[in-house]
């Protein structure tokens, strides 16, 4: 994990390095700007020493490789610099968005699973049936539609766009949600949150389903299953007891994913409903060449992938006592 982690962000660093038009140059670009503004030259209006003086602020008066041990020290004492935008610590930059990206990513995970697992497994016992086409013409139909276009549809048809008025077209809370009462902000919030949630989870719900369905086909095809029937268990019980915990193998790999959920953002339906998340966040980050931010993130990103793959890899022994890593 750890040769792991520092490959990731010496290849972030070096690819910055190749990247045009950095914190400095956007800072004097900034400058020129207004002294434009004001009618002076800006071509003699800023001194060599003030140039230096903003490289030895931004810390590029220094080699590249020194700047990364340095930010490689800060990291091990917990620290993960200055926005070069926002001018405040990039983990209170990155805390600010993090409730909303969690509320997105943690509720949109629970109910992936809470529906998906139970109706794969249906889908899998009613192979070809009326049911099973049904819905996969369904899940089909969400899992090929991008979230952000059906984020589109939905404020057509729901928020007021053509048709009905249901749902606000954009935000996460009213103007007036302050003033309301616990309970009343709580509604609030989550009418706000409904169409986004549907937009973000629709391609996880769709995948899910037909993993969860093509894995439990896989073992219900296995002699041991058919061993069981023959010998008298009835079928449905014989999936349940002896195919569904074989089955859940590649399901675990997907919960992996429960370490990173903090950081879950979708920058085009954030776009669309006007959320300021991590998705965005990472977007203006590179945009505004504000290194440290995007280093930051990375980085914590990376660390909880790890730990994700880490769990998953128990969860796998914890399944199915049969699998040793040694």
Sequence with gaps: MIPTILGITILLFTLIQFLPGGPVEQYIAKIQQSLSAQGLDVNTAITEAEMENIRAYYGYDRPAYERYFLWLGNVLQLDLGESFSYHEPVWDVIKQRMPISLFFGLTSFLIAYAVCIPLGFKKALEHQSGFDIGSSAIIFAGYVIPGYVLGLLLIVFFAGGSYLDLFPVSGVVSDDWEFMGPVDQVLDFLHHMALPMVCYMVGEFAFLTLLMKNSLLDEIGKDYLRTAVVKGA????????????NA?????????????????GALLIEKVFNIDGMGLLVYTSILDRDYNVVMGIILMVGVLTMLGRLFSDILYVVIDPRIRFD
């Design 234 to 245: 009835p079928f449905r019980v014989a999936v349940w007891k002896h195919a569904l915990r």
């Design 248 to 264: 859940l193998i590649p399901i675990a790999t997907r919960l992996s994913e429960i370490f990173t959920l903090i950081f879950a």
